[in-house]
């Protein structure tokens, strides 16, 4: 059900999230020179996530992290479980995804830091986990965030990941993609697209909005195709959402170039830290329900 009612736990995580912290990790991420789904950079990029979701979880014994092998490139995609208590066969899924394309043609040296696509995401995730371990957070639900390869190039990781769900009947009862956080380019703060996700679950997620970060501005657009990996788990019929950085004809111009960089965005984190903020209430208002 999308009660919110996990505002004691809620909201002491919001107020500890920090843009400066997300800003770091889209530093960290653009320095490969690309992370393009076939080159070193890709591979290397993959790697760097996992190592670091791997630290931020020592120590917590109901957390994994694992590489997904693909089956037809060499960048993996990262996922992190968090076990649930109590309801544990009821999933719930924040992506975003960790390649990065420059469409002039990425080759091993093309320049494509990918800061805000999708770097942004990556980061605005990797604060909501901080967050949620930091208060020893313990969901009824499992919880996964998955950082997915090869989006760029026709939503491959999430695609292959989105069937094997399918296929293995994993019960997903909601999924968020972030992919493009941290650009302002248009007046309000977040917008939720409304093709390839669900009705209901978007009023959701902005119903954790006016709950959480009631000074935000809610927009509502649509991608017209299949514009990021929630599409692929639409396919599958599961719940997706996707909230987004700008209106549709205001997005990121440096975007799938080697202009897309932190620097670019002003070096600084402050737009992504409301995704960081709505993925955190997400993860924990569904991830709280039980059977
Ligand atoms: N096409 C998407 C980004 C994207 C998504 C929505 C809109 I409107 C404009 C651009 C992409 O490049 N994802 O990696
Ligand atoms: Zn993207
Ligand atoms: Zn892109």
Not at 4 to 19: C, E, G, K, R, W
Not at 79 to 89: E, F, H, K, P, V
Not at 226 to 238: K, L, P
Not at 262 to 271: E, F, W
């Amino acid at each position: 059900s999308y009660t919110i009612d996990n505002q004691s736990v809620v909201t002491p995580m919001l107020s500890q999230m920090q843009a400066s912290n997300i800003g770091q990790t889209i530093v960290d991420l653009s320095a490969f020179v690309n992370r393009y789904y076939t080159t070193t950079g890709g591979v290397n990029g993959s790697n760097w996530i996992k190592d670091k979701w791997t630290q931020m979880a020592s120590g917590k014994t109901n957390v994994t992290v694992e590489q997904f092998t693909h089956a037809g490139w060499p960048q993996k995609s990262v996922i992190m479980t968090i076990r649930g208590s109590d309801n544990a066969s009821e999933v719930v899924v924040l992506g975003g995804h960790l390649d990065s394309i420059n469409t002039a043609g990425t080759s091993e040296n093309t320049s494509a830091p990918g800061a805000d696509d999708d770097a942004s995401g990556i980061a605005s995730l990797t604060e909501a986990i901080r967050v949620m371990f930091a208060n020893n957070y313990q969901p009824r639900r499992t919880i996964k965030f998955i950082a997915y390869a090869a989006e760029e190039v026709g939503l491959k990781g999430s695609a292959e990941i989105a069937k094997k769900f399918k296929t293995d009947g994993v019960n997903v009862v909601g999924v968020m993609q972030l992919d493009m956080t941290n650009y302002k380019g248009s007046a309000k703060d977040i917008y939720l697209f409304t093709d390839y996700t669900n009705a209901a679950q978007n009023t959701f997620v902005s119903n954790l909005i006016t709950t959480y970060q009631p000074s935000l501005t809610i927009g509502s657009d649509s991608c017209g195709y299949a514009c990021s990996d929630h599409a692929s788990w639409n396919a599958q019929g599961y719940p997706t959402s996707m909230p987004f950085e700008t209106a549709m004809n205001e997005d990121n111009p440096k975007i799938h170039g080697p202009g897309d960089t932190y620097a670019n965005m002003g070096s600084q984190a402050n737009h992504a830290l409301k995704f960081a903020r709505l993925g955190a209430s997400f993860a924990v208002e569904l991830g709280s329900d039980g059977p």
